[in-house]
């Protein structure tokens, strides 16, 4: 494809195309970033050419109509591209380079290959952070439908959540089943898309963890490259293969030797809880499935196994408000593992908890979204409840999970919210990990002695 510039050239638009050659030809290499063949930026008219590719959007029209049948197959071709997007968006970040006009019409399809993967196109009002800035902070730039409101009035600091931002509202864009007529020109809120009813709840969550979180620059990915990571925790390309099960011999053990909080506290920035809370909500189910499927394997084993409490997250429930509550043991003294939430804002403190908030934020990591949880196991009798041990969840933008320790001896929930303190700043975990420590609880055989001592 040839591109010169035409019309009446302006000396910024001379420096825009030259800006858009050098990076391009020098900064980025990706293959889903549009190739040159030939350039030149000496002429009066600067020119370069490109590889050809299809058009995006009649690309996608087809692949609606060819899976209109197989919703689950649309969604998984829709995160592939935006997949491969992010890929390239992280090497563009990583050099500084913000593209900030992502739409489908600056996107082509790789031709003469299969399968085929989209290519970014139209680096034209691309920002190069090592270069002069040659838009004015009030000077609007990239576009009214997929682009922030902000970009269009004041844009003080050009940073990559516009372009994350952008690759939000592209997936809806993709999968939303009314997509606005084309004198709308504004950008989808995350909450009104409208997505196929067949498709599976997991896949519908993950697409609203996706948008939502694009859709805030406190909970967005902070660039490219942490985007790929969230897909690829929200959309796995492979299935996740289950963990070694449960070796009966290690409860029996314990159980022989020994005879065998608040869940959110009131937000000021609701944005900020409504970006982060589908992620959160999708964490959640992941932990309460990891806590069942240990009590499912328990349960063959030991026949005082129960479900407490059962609770759906609702992040605008205030109170002290169990999520999934679980026991193993005689009703009158036994072993509990409890999963509650907390909320730290980073955006504002809360009145009457800036103490409280500044000592957890110190151990959380700096890219964590609002929403943590906390699992607290140990000993209860007769609804006295002696917490031992327990970990802190927090979750970061792009869908990792760190864990961290509690102080043992839980305090009163009046005091801190979960109770016990963050020490330290925590590991990158897994569901086996969160797996086996709820597998520690239950094994630990000086809980089992203390249930043997205390049962009546």
């Known amino acids: 494809m040839f591109r010169e510039l035409l019309g009446r050239v302006t000396e910024v638009a001379r420096q825009r195309f030259r800006r858009e050659l050098q990076i391009l030809s020098e900064r980025v290499d990706h293959r889903a970033v549009v190739t040159l063949y030939e350039w030149s930026d000496e002429a009066e008219r600067p020119w370069y050419i490109s590889e050809l590719g299809n058009p995006f959007p009649t690309w996608w029209n087809r692949q609606r109509t060819k899976l209109h049948d197989e919703p689950e197959k649309l969604v998984e071709s829709a995160t592939s591209v935006l997949a491969e997007l992010s890929s390239a968006l992280s090497v563009c970040h990583a050099n500084e380079i913000v593209h900030r006009d992502i739409k489908p019409t600056n996107l082509v399809m790789k031709r003469g290959v299969s399968p085929t993967w989209p290519i970014l196109i139209d680096f034209g009002i691309a920002h190069d952070e090592q270069g002069p800035r040659l838009t004015p902070p009030d000077g609007a730039v990239g576009n009214e439908r997929f682009?922030?409101?902000?970009?269009?009035?004041?844009?003080?600091?050009?940073?990559?959540?516009?372009?994350?931002?952008?690759?939000?509202?592209?997936?809806?864009?993709?999968?939303?089943?009314?997509?606005?007529?084309?004198?709308?020109?504004?950008?989808?809120?995350?909450?009104?898309?409208?997505?196929?009813?067949?498709?599976?709840?997991?896949?519908?969550?993950?697409?609203?963890?996706?948008?939502?979180?694009?859709?805030?620059?406190?909970?967005?990915?902070?660039?490219?490259a942490q985007a790929a990571n969230l897909l690829d925790t929200l959309f796995p390309r492979q299935p996740p293969t289950r963990p070694a099960g449960l070796d009966p011999k290690r409860i029996i053990a314990a159980k022989r030797r020994g005879a065998s909080t608040k869940l959110l506290v009131n937000a000021a920035l609701p944005e900020e809880l409504e970006a982060g809370a589908p992620l959160a909500e999708r964490v959640y189910g992941d932990l309460k499935a990891t806590l069942a499927d240990v009590l499912d394997e328990l349960s063959p084993h030991d026949s005082s196994t129960s479900t407490l409490a059962d609770n759906?997250?609702?992040?605008?429930?205030?109170?002290?408000?169990?999520?999934?509550?679980?026991?193993?043991?005689?009703?009158?003294?036994?072993?509990?593992?409890?999963?509650?939430?907390?909320?730290?804002?980073?955006?504002?403190?809360?009145?009457?908890?800036?103490?409280?908030?500044?000592?957890?934020?110190?151990?959380?990591?700096?890219?964590?979204?609002?929403?943590?949880?906390?699992?607290?196991?140990?000993?209860?009798?007769?609804?006295?409840t002696e917490y031992l041990v327990g970990r802190w969840i927090t979750i970061r933008r792009d869908g990792a999970l760190y864990i961290h320790p509690l102080s043992a001896g839980f305090g009163p929930y009046g005091d801190n919210d979960l109770g016990g303190s963050v020490e330290g700043p925590g590991t990158i975990a897994s569901m086996t990990d969160i797996r086996e420590f709820a597998i520690s609880v239950f094994t630990d055989a000086s809980y089992w002695e203390y249930v043997a001592a205390h049962d009546s």
């Open 312 to 384: 759906p997250f609702e992040y605008r429930t205030v109170g002290a408000t169990d999520l999934y509550w679980i026991s193993v043991g005689p009703p009158a003294c036994n072993i509990q593992l409890r999963l509650k939430c907390k909320v730290v804002p980073w955006s504002e403190p809360l009145p009457g908890y800036k103490w409280n908030r500044d000592a957890w934020q110190a151990h959380m990591p700096q890219d964590a979204i609002c929403f943590g949880f906390a699992l607290e196991g140990g000993v209860v009798q007769a609804g006295s």
């Open 147 to 224: 682009s922030p409101d902000i970009m269009r009035r004041r844009v003080d600091a050009v940073t990559p959540w516009l372009d994350i931002f952008d690759l939000g509202q592209l997936l809806m864009w993709m999968l939303d089943l009314k997509p606005p007529k084309h004198h709308w020109r504004r950008p989808i809120h995350w909450k009104y898309a409208k997505y196929d009813e067949r498709i599976s709840e997991e896949a519908h969550r993950a697409i609203r963890s996706f948008t939502a979180a694009c859709s805030n620059p406190i909970t967005a990915p902070s660039d490219g």
